[in-house]
């Protein structure tokens, strides 16, 4: 079954197109790369499905339910999480503090119950702590979660940022270069750490990633983009040696 469906999605900024007509199809349990070339329309597939931007035509349906229009904070309450390129923590907040904000997404308690310190606010606060200790124990910051955010090497930034976005629940988990300026090993730690997550969360992934040893080596499913348009989709093999693919993308003459 697919849990994220796009139809003819299109999207122009001014006259610009940076996407046109892209039909997608992601299934439960996935991991789903995007590819293509720098300003081939990734980003902005990001943002279209989490509410950022409103498509300028097409349609967006997560579960079924259709996503157009719905503000960011609905979609995230429906399931949906993501990183970003650049990493955006709270730098002066605590590493566990960072985890916990992600959190608020789905909790139900306002600010007036918060301030009184009633029952319900109090299990919600509970539950907070103990997921965001269970979320860094995952991600291997468990020893540094009273840390300041700022002060974390850059490769537990980015882990601090993937586990800040699985603090909602998602069932769609949206990661946007996770693997930029990270060492080899870290990225061998990273690829271990998706399929991981995906494993033990059972959750589908949507991947946008440049390196591509870590998108062969972990994805089910990859489209191409090539200025806004969706020039292939299958598996790694089927990419790798689709001749357009070759030509437009990875630099290789047919």
């Known amino acids: 079954m697919s849990i994220l469906t796009m139809k003819k999605i299109t999207q122009e900024f001014g006259g610009l197109r940076a996407l046109h007509d892209v039909d997608l199809q ?9 590819i293509g070339p720098n300003g081939a329309g990734k980003t ?6 989490t509410g950022m931007y409103v498509p300028t035509a097409g ?39 960072n985890v916990k904000v992600g959190s608020y997404a789905v909790t139900r308690t306002g600010f007036i119950q918060n301030m009184l310190g009633l029952p319900r606010s109090r299990r919600e606060e509970h539950w907070m702590a103990e997921n965001a200790h269970e979320l860094l124990q995952m991600m291997g910051l468990e020893d540094k979660k009273d840390e ?34 990270m060492t080899p090993a870290e990225k061998e730690e990273l690829m271990v750490l998706i399929r991981k997550i995906r494993e033990e969360m059972s959750l589908t992934i949507l991947l946008v990633e440049h390196d591509m040893n870590l998108v062969m080596n972990i994805c089910d499913k990859i ?20 001749q357009q693919v070759i030509q437009s993308y990875l630099g290789v003459g047919a």
């Open 26 to 34: 992601v299934g439960e349990k996935q991991i789903f790369g995007i």
């Open 44 to 49: 902005t597939l990001f943002n279209l499905v």
């Open 59 to 97: 349609e967006l349906l997560f579960k079924g339910q259709r996503l157009n229009q719905m503000p960011p904070y609905n979609i995230a309450r429906l399931g949906i999480g993501r990183t970003f390129q650049n990493i955006r923590l709270f730098d002066k907040l605590s590493v566990i503090d």
């Open 148 to 181: 300041y955010a700022a002060s974390l090497a850059y490769g537990e930034q980015r882990r601090l940022e993937i586990a800040r976005a699985l603090a909602l629940k998602p069932a769609l988990l949206l990661l946007d270069e996770p693997a930029a300026g």
């Open 223 to 242: 489209a191409v983009l090539n200025y806004g348009r969706k020039i292939a989709e299958g598996s790694p093999d089927e990419v790798k040696n689709n």
